[in-house]
Structure formats: structure tokens, C-alpha cells
């Protein structure tokens, strides 16, 4: 039996907030909570969907995020920068970014700088449907709650690629999921212990 080439694509900053928001994490000054490891979320992706395709074997995991510049902090860029290159060294993680777009405000003569993701959820759409028109995949998981990304999926399945997606259930907040008209999308619900399964503790600002 040949292997079902599974790719999943995570959109992370909309995963880090929902996750955030369905367990209940927003009121924590810890800002780490949320925080999910890649490479497990495709395993734990991969193994959800072997009761209907038991071939399946992940064959990558994609993330995409916004880049921070110093106008965001010393400290979140150190962040992130070990956090990505963290994730890396996992096989079969690639991570791709885009440099976040800031806004410049000023409230009682200080200047305050908006970040603002610009052009994320574009880089994950052109990737979902260019690796299904070059044939790199077999399934695409989309972890996202970005309606934006909803042409892509249609553009996918439109090829002949089975395409699901994934969202959080916890007791807050919850985005349901990525829905399109007169199609079934098969959507995986993570709840508590699937989000405990993924979740990435590491302390990316500690000492190498």
C-alpha cells in the first residue's frame, strides 16, 4: 500500500490566539500559554485521520507566521527567533514569515508602535494550491479560522486533493471551522488533552 502524503499548514499567530481564547488562557499574564509545537500538531493530525485512510504518513509541516522587528521589543524578537529555529530542527518543520506591518500612533507625546500581520494568510493560500497543482501532497490539513484562506481550499479540492481542517473546542471562546458551500470538509476538534498533547512549554528566552 503507497503512503497518503499528508501536509499540514498552520497559520500560527490565528492558532496561538484561539487557543488562547477557547481554554481560557487570555487573562493569563503568562503569554506563553497558547503556544503549540508544529511537528506535533502534524503528528497528532496525521494520526487522527488513519481510521478513515490508514496509509496516511505526514509529509511536512508548514508554518506561517509574522516576523517582529525591534519596534515590537528586544525581547519578543529574541523570542521568536529561537523559537523558529527551535521548531526547525524538527524534521520535516519549515517555517516561512512575513516582516510584520507597524503603525506608528502617539498618545500623550509617546510613540507607540501597531504590529499587524500583512500577507500571511496569502503565503499559506499560494502554497496550498500551488504543492496540489505539483502533486506534493495527498491531503492538506489547514489549521486556521481565516475565512480568507477559503478559496484556496475550494481551489484545492477543485484539483482533486482532500483538504481538512482543524480547530480548537475548549470552554471559552471557539471559532468553529472553515466551511465551503456544497462541500464536506472533514474538520478534527481539539479540545483540552489534544491541545496538552501539542502544546510547546520551552523557554525560548533562557540562556542556549
Known amino acids: 500500500m503507497s503512503a497518503h502524503r499528508v501536509v499540514v499548514f498552520i497559520d500560527y499567530q490565528n492558532v496561538y490566539h484561539l487557543a488562547?481564547?477557547?481554554?481560557?488562557?487570555?487573562?493569563?499574564?503568562?503569554?506563553?500559554?497558547?503556544?503549540?509545537?508544529?511537528?506535533?500538531?502534524?503528528?497528532?493530525?496525521c494520526e487522527l485521520g488513519r481510521s478513515a485512510l490508514p496509509a496516511r504518513e505526514l509529509f511536512g509541516v508548514r508554518v506561517y507566521q509574522g516576523l517582529p522587528d525591534i519596534r515590537?521589543?528586544?525581547?519578543?524578537?529574541?523570542?521568536?527567533?529561537?523559537?523558529?529555529?527551535?521548531?526547525?530542527?524538527?524534521?520535516?518543520?519549515?517555517?516561512?514569515?512575513?516582516p510584520l506591518a507597524y503603525h506608528e500612533t502617539t498618545r500623550r507625546g509617546n510613540t507607540t508602535w501597531r504590529a499587524q500581520e500583512k500577507g500571511v494568510d496569502v503565503m499559506l493560500a499560494v502554497d496550498v494550491v500551488d504543492m496540489a497543482r505539483t502533486d506534493a501532497y495527498d491531503t492538506a490539513v489547514v489549521f486556521s479560522a481565516d475565512t480568507d484562506l477559503?478559496?484556496?481550499?475550494?481551489?484545492?479540492?477543485?484539483?482533486?486533493?482532500?483538504?481538512?481542517?482543524?480547530?480548537?473546542?475548549?470552554?471559552?471562546?471557539?471559532?468553529?471551522?472553515?466551511?465551503?458551500?456544497?462541500?464536506s470538509l472533514w474538520n478534527h476538534y481539539l479540545d483540552r488533552t489534544c491541545f496538552d498533547r501539542v502544546r510547546d512549554d520551552t523557554d525560548y528566552l533562557a540562556a542556549p
Open 20 to 45: 488562547r481564547a477557547a481554554f481560557g488562557f487570555e487573562g493569563d499574564p503568562d503569554k506563553n500559554l497558547g503556544h503549540v509545537h508544529p511537528r506535533r500538531i502534524g503528528e497528532l493530525l
Open 72 to 98: 515590537s521589543g528586544a525581547v519578543l524578537v529574541r523570542f521568536v527567533t529561537r523559537q523558529i529555529a527551535g521548531w526547525e530542527r524538527s524534521e520535516g518543520v519549515l517555517v516561512k514569515t512575513r
Open 150 to 183: 477559503l478559496p484556496a481550499l475550494e481551489a484545492a479540492t477543485d484539483i482533486g486533493k482532500r483538504v481538512e481542517t482543524a480547530t480548537w473546542q475548549g470552554p471559552g471562546d471557539n471559532r468553529g471551522p472553515l466551511r465551503i458551500k456544497q462541500r
